[in-house]
């Protein structure tokens, strides 16, 4: 027996009371009049920045606007002309160091808590941290209510790898004062996109 086979079967034994598992079926998650309107108010709650995309709306005109000093920009989708660096050729992932905005693509978002399901969607999954500001598309229609109806939503392509982004990387730990980028991007806009 291994050694935590042999800690588990100790724990086993000195269960006092046992208790059936509770019936998951009846669960009411929070749900919100316009998960839309909740989305973008969490977003912002969490320091991110929300651009509704009008139709017609030129994206690497858009991310110019926000970005205009931005000298490396990463991304493998097909409507970002703008790309310096793209994440399926780069030799490393250390290669995307000094990108200053990537842009990348999320399958829908929850009104819950401003999240956004990111399947890795090109090699290199370091641009979707590695970046200084991050950018997000994502379709305006594809927003869910709460994190149950987002798990449900959940599928992985052949990367078998996906995240959850909310706002920029932010952490207070030392000293309770807030360092924004910490550990991934300084910001992060969501574009909404039009259908």
């Not at 929070?30 to 108010?41: H, R, S």
């Not at 950018?135 to 995240?163: C, W």
């Amino acid at each position: 027996m291994s050694n935590k086979e042999d800690i588990l079967k100790r724990y086993r034994a000195n269960v006092i009371e046992k208790f059936d598992m509770p019936d998951l079926s009846d669960i009411r998650a929070i749900t919100y009049p316009n998960p839309l309107v909740q989305f973008i108010k969490m977003s912002e709650s969490v320091g991110g920045n929300v651009i509704e995309v009008t139709e017609g709306k030129d994206i690497n005109e858009l991310v110019k606007e926000i970005y205009p000093d931005a000298k490396e920009i990463a991304s493998n989708l097909p409507e970002v002309t703008i790309a310096t660096r793209n994440p399926d050729t780069v030799g490393r992932a250390r290669d995307l160091n000094g990108t200053d905005v990537g842009i990348i693509r999320g399958m829908f978002g929850v009104a819950e808590n401003g999240c956004i399901w990111i399947p890795q969607q090109m090699k290199e999954k370091a641009v979707c941290f590695i970046s200084e500001n991050l950018v997000i598309l994502l379709p305006k229609s594809q927003i869910v209510n709460n994190m149950h109806e987002a798990y449900k939503r959940i599928e992985f392509n052949d990367y078998g790898y996906g995240t959850f982004i909310s706002g920029p990387s932010k952490t207070a730990d030392i000293a309770q004062v807030l360092v924004m980028g910490a550990q991934a991007a300084r910001s992060v806009t969501v574009l909404l996109m039009p259908e």
